[in-house]
């Protein structure tokens, strides 16, 4: 997971200007809407996005992140007293009290080890109800997305509050499933401020996600390959998942 960019208030107003319009936050509040679903989680919310959004149909948002400097952005913004802001893990959760959990902006990529994604899905069966849904997404590693996570091709540009910011990628490492790297940030113009935060994201195959969701003690509902709804190939850049606890 990465560090700094959670921490420092500045590269969290950059990440909040990133995702604020996620073409994912769409999907999910669809699949909220179509399940009826009245008691929602949103599990690593970020700036919180999507939980604002799910709040004006949902009867209860309960946003979710380790996150203080995350929070901190999200509880800032207008109607954000719709959503009850929780700073932890999914073990902090109560039991039995969601029909809806859903991570998204591949959040279920930054539990690295096994052992840490078997434990959140253990606790997210825990704290749905029986028959409740979890809904994600994560990169399909057949991809390899992270070849994209060049400085020539994931350089990026914006302006917030008036000061101007550039963005990149740099893989540092590719292994066993999993892809670390630094992300760059040049902040202000002449002399900018180089700062720097350090991510490392699990990349799970879809075979992996069924075994690893039947043991935690979901069904795989459904599968698509991308935001279009279109079915999953090994072509397809996402793995967006449906789940239901049996």
């Not at 995350?70 to 039991?95: I, Y």
């Amino acid at each position: 997971m990465a560090d700094e960019l959670y921490a420092d208030p500045r590269l969290v107003a950059v990440y909040d200007a990133w995702n604020g319009g996620r073409w994912d936050v769409e999907h999910y509040v669809s699949v909220a809407r179509t399940l009826g679903a009245r008691r929602v989680v949103d599990v690593g919310c970020g700036t919180g996005t999507l939980a604002m959004e799910l709040s004006e149909q949902a009867d209860h948002v309960t946003a979710l992140d380790p996150a203080a400097g995350m929070l901190h952005a999200a509880r800032a913004k207008a109607g954000a007293e719709a959503v009850t802001w929780v700073q932890g893990t999914a073990a902090d959760l109560p039991e039995s009290a969601f029909d809806l959990a859903v991570m998204t902006g591949h959040v279920a990529q930054v539990f690295v080890t096994d052992e840490q994604w078997a434990a959140t899905l253990g606790q997210l069966a825990r704290v749905l109800v029986t028959g409740g849904v979890l809904a994600f997404e994560t990169r399909n590693p057949a991809a390899q997305a992270w070849r994209r996570w060049t400085p020539e091709d994931s350089r990026a540009e914006t302006v917030i509050a008036g000061q101007r910011v550039e963005s990149w990628h740099e893989v540092t490492e590719v292994r066993d499933g999993t892809v670390s790297f630094t992300t760059h940030h040049l902040l202000g113009a002449g002399p900018a401020e180089h700062v720097e935060s350090r991510s490392t994201l699990a990349f799970r195959d879809l075979p992996m996600l069924e075994r690893t969701l039947e043991v935690a003690g979901f069904s795989v509902e459904s599968v698509q390959g991308d935001w279009d709804g279109s079915p999953f190939t090994e072509a397809s850049p996402e793995i967006i998942v449906m789940a239901r606890r049996v």
